[in-house]
């Protein structure tokens, strides 16, 4: 069998990990625990056509999917090496840090020899702010395998976390022996360095950092500082008004924002005294000088709904929307406003746009 | 970042000059602190004991919950301590929010309260006679200064809509001056902050305005596929502006955020505390922001402030990126003579701990190193309060901590909604480390903590707090043990050239070859204010050799005495010296 569409490998899955479910209990007197190599899974997929069709999922972003394919694939063969990273991997992405947590530390404790395994259970510990736990997990992977780029990094990471700056720097120093170009061991390397106040030291990793990544924005942020620290005066202006330019929204977009907030408090009390002609009038007055800002259409399209107002909502808000395709309200409102209207399809349509839209990626804003 | 509130390169350049006297202390790391030394240090006596009904208190906070959501019931409410009636004794003000405008008001409704404290350990409800309950207000903080310098405490109760402020009319009674005042507001306010940032002997307002949502603009957030409805990520909503008022003096204030350079119309701001971080005799200001990088402005000493936040390093994550912030203290945590910051976040973020390199150059980000970052990751912090609850002459952190979302159990298994508070103790080399657990049974229990306000309100010594928290009842903890586990000094100022509550001064205390310090201020923590009396905890010292007082000014002026015995009240007027002393309990 192979996996049609996205939209309905959800549904497969969902059949599979049931039959598979089957296979492990009372179908077939097995147990969670007992390997199933080269078994098949009832529906004819094999483990192979099952961990495809998980990274492809996980590929995609639908993690949720990817996470019911890799439990499928253990169904089929618990204790499978890439299945169990692979659905450490979704659990973390899913916020299951716990479920995360549980499986892998049992998965080593049976497999001590499975670095990536390990390495991922040290980033869920970090998640969990366990970060001495982490510490011990990636010595063991260190243990097997010491030229491992991964778990000397994140153990030179953990050390800078936990004021083991000695072995911090032992770690981040082999990693840039290992790979000479990664970013991060000379950005960690550099706060290390600030941390023992080594400024000229630390002036030097961050500038490396920035040399590889011009976009880092953390590096370009310390180096402004430590370069301070150091004294050296025109860089740490420099590297400010590097942090400055990529940090948050461009200027351009925060100055129009803030230039059209200011204007708009007016309009703001009158939308919180629930007088919407007056809110209205104050935001199309700002139409004269922002008539390609996308949140104004939005706003005003939301009081043109609140007087009943609603083809002019439905231009607002369409004006909005093909405005700034990021914004989400207007498609939210757009699609109860076209249900109102009795268009259905465009409804489902817009409630789609909405949906993928508010989804919120994982650590955004620690939510 | 906006370029109304990005300094200007001239300024970048002064602030990096100061930078460039690097000396010698500032080049040495922070202090050092390990594990180890931390773990000599904590074997605390304290407990903290839950005295709330015993005390008369029978506040719950209700956000007025409809189950759509409506952004703003997640985040309220504060809660002061003043001394409405001169007594001596702390009084306790609780904010109400709930029932949310426009929507049908509960038979069983109740308002925000004031508790007058009977000086027996217990309070009395004082609301109705005093004329405080905000009644028609969806309340979030409160803030206290004596603003007309008449002698009594008066009252600013920020809301999500029009706030208020209460003048005390000195016989047990407020009025509601608001509008003849000129300090309305009407956005959705969060907290303020009292401060003199002109040196003129009046208190100023500072109010900070959170986002632009209204009732009226309830947006869908959470997942429409599963219909599970959220509160909204602060994302869904735009910033305000914050408001500066100036005091006129004549009873009224005028609004001068733009012109004294204090205007961020994208700023997301719940905390607020102004502090002297550079010492020069004049308060700064600084904010803490919800998505948006967090600011200090640096009082310019001519009715001007300067944002200096990049050059100070104070905006963010240590990685340079802006965080949630939600409450905000300043203190002296390493007893080097520089106020600190502390910043409190989002789970999976860290309270960020701000440390002062004696004013030159940018703070250091130092949570992790300091040990606040790793015990507290997977909460939500938000009212804060750096304090000696040990008496040992070091400052300890103590935060409230629960989840904005109710429903966040449902889409992550490690972060909980209600959460336990932490206390962490200062070990006296920089290093904390949480001991909640040997603190008393409210540490071990859950909460959905938002306000949080310190005071010694039983007069024994040693620091007592009270949260209100988020759609539940208010607690009331005692301090247990904290007198006898060191001894202390309580100082209350009083100006007479500078402004009445003395707000700003700085105050100096020798005692066993340790020099502390501590300012005078009103707002902190998250929407709430402490007790505005000064507490040292002073360890073995049983007496204090030395108090100096350098009250508020660009010019210094110093008022020294002692030295006098520990363990008691002293009220210290501007130009008289102590003229008054109390014992512990009177």
């Given at each position: ?248 929204r461009?200027?351009?977009e925060?100055?129009r924002s803030a230039q059209v907030k200011?204007s708009s408090?007016?309009a703001v ?14 935001y199309?007055?700002l139409l004269?000088?922002n008539?390609d800002y996308a949140p104004l259409y939005n706003d005003i399209g939301r009081v ?12 607002s808000l369409?004006r909005a929307a093909?405005l700034d395709?990021r914004l989400s309200e207007p498609?939210?409102l ?34 | ?211 632009d949502?209204?009732?009226?603009d309830?947006k ?15 994302d869904a909503y735009e910033g ?26 994208l ?320």
């Open positions: 069998m192979s996996f049609p569409h996205v939209r309905t490998r959800h549904v497969l899955l969902r059949a599979l990990v049931a039959s598979a479910a089957c296979v492990l209990s009372a179908c077939a007197g097995g147990s969670g625990d007992r390997g199933h190599d080269g078994a098949s899974a009832p529906s004819g997929d094999t483990i192979e056509t099952v961990l495809q069709h998980a990274e492809a999922a996980f590929k995609d972003g639908d993690y949720v999917e990817a996470q019911v394919a890799y439990e499928a694939a253990l169904a089929i063969q618990p204790n499978h090496p890439q299945a169990i990273v692979g659905l450490g991997t979704c659990y973390l992405k899913n916020r299951l840090v716990k479920k995360a947590q549980e499986m892998l530390t049992g998965y080593v404790a049976r497999n001590p020899g499975n670095t990536a395994a390990r390495l991922l259970l040290a980033r869920v510990l970090v998640r969990q702010g366990q970060f001495e736990d982490a510490a011990v997990e990636l010595r063991r992977a260190l243990a097997t395998d010491p030229d491992s780029l991964l778990a000397n990094y994140n153990l030179g990471f953990v050390a800078y976390r936990t004021r083991d700056y000695d072995t911090a720097l032992v770690h981040l120093k082999k990693t840039l022996a290992l790979r000479p170009d990664h970013p991060e061991a000379h950005y960690t390397l550099g706060l290390t360095y600030m941390a023992l106040g080594r400024y000229d030291d630390a002036v030097a990793a961050l500038e490396r950092a920035t040399a590889i990544d011009p976009k880092h924005v953390g590096a370009h942020f310390n180096l402004a500082r430590a370069a301070a620290r150091a004294g050296r005066m025109d860089l740490a202006e420099r590297e400010q008004k590097a942090y400055d330019a990529m940090s948050g461009s200027k351009a925060a100055e200011a408090l007016k009390e009158f939308l919180m005294a629930d007088k919407f002609a007056e809110a209205l009038v104050e199309q007055k004269a000088e008539s043109q709904l609140k007087l009943g107002q609603r083809q002019e909502a439905l231009q369409r093909d395709p498609h939210y757009l699609s109860n406003l076209y249900m109102e209207l009795g268009d259905e399809v465009s409804s489902t349509r817009e409630r789609a746009i909405f949906t993928a839209l508010e989804t919120i990626p994982e650590g955004k804003s620690a939510y | 970042m906006r370029a109304t509130k990005t300094a200007t390169a001239a300024t970048l350049a002064i602030a990096m000059a100061a930078a460039a006297i690097v000396s010698a202390a500032l080049a040495a790391p922070p202090p050092p602190a390990t594990p180890a030394n931390a773990a000599a240090a904590a074997a605390t006596t304290v407990r903290y004991t839950a005295v709330t009904k015993a005390a008369g208190i029978d506040f719950t906070h209700r956000h007025g919950g409809t189950g759509r959501k409506y952004y703003v019931e997640s985040s309220a409410a504060g809660v002061c301590w003043l001394d409405y009636d001169g007594d001596g004794w702390q009084d306790l003000y609780y904010v109400q929010s709930g029932p949310l405008p426009g929507t049908p008001r509960p038979p069983d409704l109740t308002f925000s309260k004031l508790y007058r404290n009977r000086r027996d350990g217990t309070f009395e409800d004082v609301t109705a006679r005093a004329g405080v309950a905000n009644a028609a207000g969806y309340g979030s903080g409160c803030g206290v200064a004596d603003y007309d310098n008449d002698g009594d405490d008066d009252l600013y109760v920020t809301n999500f809509g029009p706030s208020l402020l209460y003048r005390n009319n000195g016989d047990g009674t407020f009025t509601d001056v608001t509008e003849a005042a000129g300090v309305r507001n009407g956005l959705y306010a969060a907290c303020a902050g009292w401060a003199d940032y002109d040196l003129d002997g009046r208190p100023d307002l500072y109010v900070s305005n959170y986002v949502f209204t009732m009226n309830q869908y957030c959470g997942d429409l596929r599963a219909g599970r409805r959220s509160y909204c990520h602060p305000l502006p914050d408001v500066l008022y100036h005091n006129e003096g004549n009873g009224r204030f005028k609004e001068v955020s733009r012109a004294a350079g204090i205007w961020d119309p700023g997301k701001t719940f905390g607020v505390v102004w502090l002297d971080f550079d010492r020069d005799g004049d308060d700064d200001l600084y904010v803490a922001n919800d998505v948006t990088p967090n600011r200090l402005y640096r009082n310019d000493g001519n009715g001007k402030f300067t944002d200096i936040t990049l050059v100070a390093g104070v905006c963010c994550s240590e990685d340079g990126r802006p965080q949630s912030g939600m409450g905000v203290d300043a203190g002296d945590y390493d007893n080097d003579g520089w106020q600190d910051l502390i910043v409190t976040n989002l789970s999976n973020e860290p309270a960020e701990l701000y440390r002062n390199l004696a004013g030159k150059g940018p703070f250091a980000t130092v949570s992790y190193p300091a040990g606040l970052a790793e015990p507290g990751l997977l909460q939500t912090k938000w009212g804060v309060a750096f304090y000696d609850f040990d008496n040992d002459a070091d400052l300890d952190v103590l935060m409230t901590n629960g989840h904005p979302m109710d429903d966040i159990e449902q889409v992550s298994d490690n972060i909980l909604y209600a959460q336990k508070p932490s206390l962490f103790e200062n070990d006296g080399k920089g290093f904390f480390r949480e001991i909640g657990a040997r603190a008393g049974d409210y540490f071990l229990r859950t909460d959905v903590g938002r306000g949080l306000a310190v005071a010694d309100y039983d007069n024994d010594g040693d620091i007592d707090f009270t949260v209100n928290a988020n759609g539940r009842p208010a607690t009331l903890l005692r301090n247990d043990g904290g007198s006898a586990a060191g001894h202390w000094i309580t100082l209350r100022l009083a100006g007479t050239r500078v402004n009445r509550s003395a707000l700003g001064t700085m105050v100096t205390v020798t005692a066993g070859g340790r020099r502390q310090v501590r300012e005078v201020r009103a707002s902190s923590s998250f929407m709430s204010q402490n007790d505005m009396r000064l507490h040292f905890g002073l360890g073995a010292a049983t007496r204090v050799d030395q108090i100096e007082v350098r009250w508020p000014g660009r010019e210094a002026r110093i008022e020294r005495t002692g030295p006098v015995p520990a363990d008691q009240f002293l009220t210290i007027r501007e130009g008289s010296g102590i003229v008054e002393r109390r014992a512990p309990g009177r």
